[in-house]
Nanobody, 122 residues
Framework: QVQLVESGGGLVQAGGSLRLSCAASGRTFSPYTMGWFRQAPGKEREFVALIRRSGYTDYGDSVKGRFTISRDNAKNTAYLQMNSLKPEDTAVYYC????????????????WGQGTQVTVSS
């Protein structure tokens, strides 16, 4: 059974920072791609960032230059450092993973976490 557990969400003022973590577990699961998506009320789930085991990263246009994704392969854990946060970053942030190559589309991932709320006040 593969499990993704996110942590690190919360309430922060505009201009502040938060760091999200996503820990993947499962007896034989080794995620090749780990990604972050977010969903605001009434909106579709939006791609935020992804990282592959090779180190390749990709970001959504709205977060480029402000967010940084990283991972610790030994711990099967991905991180999302979010700086210069804006009220429009408010959403539930979801971690996703796949044991192979995945991309910026939600349907390319096999596993999802429960989500963690990020609220940015103005």
């Amino acid at each position: 059974q593969v499990q993704l557990v996110e942590s690190g969400g919360g309430l922060v003022q505009a201009g502040g920072s938060l760091r999200l973590s996503c820990a993947a577990s499962g007896r034989t699961f080794s995620p090749y791609t780990m990604g972050w998506f977010r969903q605001a009320p009434g909106k579709e789930r939006e791609f935020v960032a992804l990282i592959r085991r090779s180190g390749y990263t990709d970001y959504g246009d709205s977060v480029k230059g402000r967010f940084t994704i990283s991972r610790d392969n030994a711990k099967n854990t991905a991180y999302l450092q979010m700086n210069s946060l804006k009220p429009e970053d408010t959403a539930v942030y979801y971690c996703a993973a796949k044991s192979a190559v995945a991309y910026s589309s939600t349907y390319t991932y096999d596993y999802w976490g429960q989500g963690t709320q990020v609220t940015v006040s103005s």
